[in-house]
Nanobody, 118 residues
Framework: QVQLVESGGGLVQAGGSLRLSCAAS????????MGWYRQAPGKQRELVAT???????NYADSVKGRFTISRDNAKNTVYLQMNSLKPEDTAVYYC????????????WGQGTQVAVSS
């Protein structure tokens, strides 16, 4: 099972940008769907973005046009570029991986806090 570590969170002003990184312990070039989730205080965890090994991406409606998921295959790293940040984006962000045959995301990072001030 792949191990994941997120980084890049912090405090940013509304309208600003952050890039989150998710470092994987081994190759994720094939066989996995990578995802970013977030959980705001008092809210249910929600799926923000996904990317297949074939680079097909999907985004939650709330972040379309503002967030971009990408990967660097050589570095075994997945990124979430977050632009035009809003206070409602404040949450703990989690990287996750789902093996092809699996129903659910089975590998999770520890989470990184993103706070957007108005």
């Amino acid at each position: 099972q792949v191990q994941l570590v997120e980084s890049g969170g912090g405090l940013v002003q509304a309208g600003g940008s952050l890039r989150l990184s998710c470092a994987a312990s081994r190759s994720i070039l094939s066989g996995y769907v990578m995802g970013w989730y977030r959980q705001a205080p008092g809210k249910q965890r929600e799926l923000v973005a996904t990317m297949t090994s074939g680079a097909t991406t999907n985004y939650a409606d709330s972040v379309k046009g503002r967030f971009t998921i990408s990967r660097d295959n050589a570095k075994n790293t997945v990124y979430l570029q977050m632009n035009s940040l809003k206070p409602e984006d404040t949450a703990v962000y989690y990287c996750a991986a789902k093996a092809g045959p699996a129903t659910d995301f089975g590998a999770w990072g520890q989470g990184t806090q993103v706070a957007v001030s108005s």
